[in-house]
């Protein structure tokens, strides 16, 4: 049978759509742009994840209307009350994507529907064989107990659970056998890994002494997870790439007590100063919620202030949505949506310009970038400070570490002439 796998959301989502190819793939059923089966990834971290959601659903039951439609993720878990309308063969919530394979030979024309308590989950083990050939994802935590206002993610991902350390070891050392040159370590509060004793700065420490591994990401860490003890092993060791995603959400410190989040400006930016202290070069990406309820022009300008002062290389930048059932929902102070707008565009704006200087910094410097796209004679692919590089050369190239001096700008692009291919 034919399949086509459809993904909305976070790089987690991704990671699991991707186990899911690799399950389907291993079971003989046959990627195609015109399937038998339809499986629909869904987000709901925002009203508009909920209506990609719900619109993708639709739109394939139309243009496929004899296909096997199998909706899973945040947005089915989330809203498994209120599906009777999309008509889905089976619906998975945040849990059994691995068991893919077994509903869809239980299905015999009768609607499948399989929910658990999100509250009392255990981790469920998944591996990914091959994401490419540059980096691999390993999932090593799922789960928030962190529930920030505005998060509906708690309440659909559950509480904190994670991988043993034994099994994300294995994965790791068979992802490097496999050619990996990254890995890229994931999950919903990455940071807040731990096996019993065994925390993330374990992890990391033990990660980073693989052979053959040459580099180690983390996808997205909290600023409170960032201890003495995680902090000395990205001092020690350069396999741990120098880029960090260091979510803020706001520069004010009146709207992030609102957000419930575990920190305030100072603690943030102490931080920031801590890991520059033994990565000056670090790039450091952060993400910003505007229009938060409560949010005056005078504390939008707070967290102006606070960006350019902490100077991240980038900021993504997201509208605040209201989710049912999150405790900012209830309360007073909306923000205006054309004024949301006017806030998220004049940040997408500081972003650029930010980005652009801290681009700039590596013109006429030696870079290592591993190409990861090979197109019109180009080279494409990122530097260990997440850095997008261009450069002319061969495809022979690919996958490969290419040391590389910075020439222009030609935004995204830093634009690059390659040297030679660095030999381990």
Do not use: W
Request: proline content about 2%; hydrophobic content about 35%; glycine content about 4%.
């Amino acid at each position: 049978m034919t399949y086509k796998i459809y993904t909305l959301g976070c790089k987690v989502n991704e990671y699991e759509s991707e186990v899911i190819k690799d399950l389907l793939e291993n079971h003989n059923f046959i990627e195609d742009e015109n399937p038998d089966i339809c499986i629909i990834n869904t987000c709901t971290v925002t009203n508009e994840a909920d209506s990609k959601s719900r619109k993708l659903i639709r739109q394939l039951k139309r243009k496929f209307p004899k296909a096997l439609i199998v909706a899973v993720g945040c947005m089915i878990q989330n809203k498994q009350d209120n599906l009777e309308d999309l008509d889905i063969d089976i619906a998975l919530g945040t849990k059994d994507k691995t068991k893919i394979i077994d509903y869809l030979k239980q299905y015999r024309g009768t609607k499948i529907q399989k929910f658990y308590d999100i509250q009392d989950m255990e981790f469920e083990d998944m591996a990914l064989n091959n994401f490419d050939l540059t980096r691999a994802y390993i999932k090593i935590q799922d789960g928030c107990d962190n529930y920030c206002t505005y998060c509906i993610i708690p309440y659909v991902r559950g509480h904190v659970r994670s991988k043993k350390k034994e099994v994300v070891l294995k994965e790791a050392k068979a992802l490097i056998q496999n050619g990996h040159k990254e890995i890229v370590l994931t999950g919903i509060h990455t940071g807040n890994y731990h096996d019993n004793d065994y925390t993330f700065a374990n992890l990391l420490n033990d990660l980073v002494k693989l052979k053959g591994l040459e580099r180690l990401r983390i996808s997205s860490v909290e600023a409170t997870e960032l201890t003495d003890e995680v902090l000395k092993v990205i001092k020690e060791n350069k396999v741990l790439t120098d880029h960090m995603h260091i979510p803020l959400q706001s520069g004010s410190d009146t709207i992030l007590k609102l957000m419930n989040r575990k920190y305030d400006t100072n603690y943030f930016k102490n931080k920031i100063n801590d890991i520059r202290k033994i990565r000056p070069n670090m790039a450091i990406t952060t993400d910003i919620i505007v229009g938060f309820p409560g949010e005056t022009d005078e504390l939008f300008e707070e967290t102006i202030k606070t960006i350019k002062e902490i100077g991240f290389a980038k900021i993504h930048v997201f509208p605040y949505s209201k989710r049912e059932g999150t405790k900012a929902s209830t309360m007073l102070g909306e923000v205006d949506g054309n004024v949301k707008k006017k806030r998220v565009k004049t940040l997408l704006e500081l972003s650029k310009t930010l980005e652009l200087t801290y681009m700039q910094k590596y013109i006429d410097k030696d870079l290592i970038f591993i190409p990861e796209v090979y197109k019109d004679d180009y080279l494409i692919g990122h530097t260990d400070n997440y850095l997008l590089v261009k450069a002319k050369g061969p495809k022979d190239l690919l996958h490969q570490l290419v040391k590389v001096k910075g020439k222009s700008l030609n935004y995204p692009y830093l634009l690059s002439e390659i040297y030679v291919k660095v030999t381990n």
